[in-house]
């Protein structure tokens, strides 16, 4: 190798092997946790019990974390580095194994902002019937458009300050960070909220936080040993994400399991919704309200009964 390499170059150029199939092994587990929440989101047909805000922070910040890495010094370095004909390609490709995973949770949010929006429960759907109090289809377009516009502004200002203004890119880079860790922050508050107002798990994947609460905080500790202190904007979002959704996951397994509803769950089906449940059971308690003769009328019922 030769040695007019920079430091990080050199870095590049001998990966090693444990953080490569480490960080290889992240990637399939962030598709495999998202999975079960997209599996349930279409085989309910319906978005019922995900709260429009938890989406509208998660995707934003989703994005703002993904800039962020995009843009970050460290990874325009790398990229530099590949150009370098002394850098082979397996390496490079484990130097950007950090962006990939960054990339492959976004775009896995994302795809649950779409799901959300096309099986949002219709005001006029006999049996996904939206509560007055609660949010409106009209609510999930308008977080749908805020995303992508989000995602439009992001990319355009990046691209600016990458042609106008590279200095400031540092600047630029951590503002991301700060904005998506701020997000990450606060957007399991509104579903935590929406979750202990209707006392129901819904379309909430209870697998997906199984798999993500721990796995958060084995994707931070990587990118930690990746990115270094310097990178806290970029792994200490995690962090936080894994301590609320823990919060989560234990409310949500409590009302699934152990809640004054639970017993109620084997009569019912998992994929009914809670518009569905109401009107089996209207339907149940008015044939039991409904009265029935005590025996078939024949030639010696007399006409006049007691």
């Known amino acids: 190798m030769s040695d007019s390499l920079s430091p990080v170059c050199r870095e590049l150029a001998s990966p090693g092997i444990f953080q490569p199939v480490l960080s290889v092994l992240i990637i399939l587990g962030i598709l495999g946790s998202y999975l079960p929440q997209h599996i349930r989101i279409i085989t309910r047909r319906s978005s019922f019990g995900i709260s429009p805000y938890f989406v509208l922070l998660g995707t934003t910040s989703g994005t703002s974390a993904f800039a962020n890495i995009l843009v970050f010094p460290k990874t325009s370095q790398s990229v530099a580095c590949c150009k370098e004909s002394e850098i082979s390609g397996i390496a490079c490709f484990a130097g950007m194994l950090g962006v990939f995973q960054v990339g492959t949770q976004w775009l896995c949010f994302f795809s649950i902002l779409l799901l959300f929006v096309i099986y949002f429960p219709r005001a006029t759907s006999?049996?996904?019937?939206?509560?007055?109090?609660?949010?409106?289809?009209?609510?999930?377009?308008?977080?749908?458009?805020?995303?992508?516009?989000?995602?439009?502004?992001?990319?355009?200002?990046?691209?600016?300050?990458?042609?106008?203004?590279?200095?400031?890119?540092?600047?630029?880079?951590?503002?991301?960070?700060?904005?998506?860790?701020?997000?990450?922050?606060?957007?399991?508050?509104?579903?935590?909220?929406?979750?202990?107002r209707l006392r129901c798990v819904g379309s909430l994947s209870i697998p997906m936080m199984c798999i993500q609460t721990p796995g958060s905080l084995v994707w931070a500790a990587s990118l930690a040993a990746r990115e270094g202190l310097e990178g806290w904007s970029i792994w200490g979002v995690l962090v936080v994400t894994a301590c609320l959704q823990g919060t989560l996951l234990v409310m949500a397994i409590y009302f699934e399991y152990f809640g004054p509803d639970s017993k109620h769950k084997g009569s019912v089906s998992d994929t009914d919704t809670p518009g569905e449940q109401d009107q089996s059971n209207g339907h149940a308690a008015s044939t039991e309200a409904r009265p029935v003769s005590a025996e078939q009328p024949s030639e010696e019922t007399p006409l006049l009964q007691s």
């Open 126 to 196: 006999p049996t996904n019937p939206v509560a007055p109090s609660g949010p409106t289809y009209r609510t999930a377009l308008i977080i749908t458009a805020i995303c992508l516009l989000h995602v439009l502004a992001t990319l355009i200002i990046s691209i600016a300050f990458q042609l106008k203004n590279p200095a400031a890119i540092p600047a630029w880079a951590n503002f991301l960070g700060i904005l998506s860790a701020t997000f990450a922050s606060i957007q399991y508050f509104p579903q935590i909220y929406t979750t202990l």
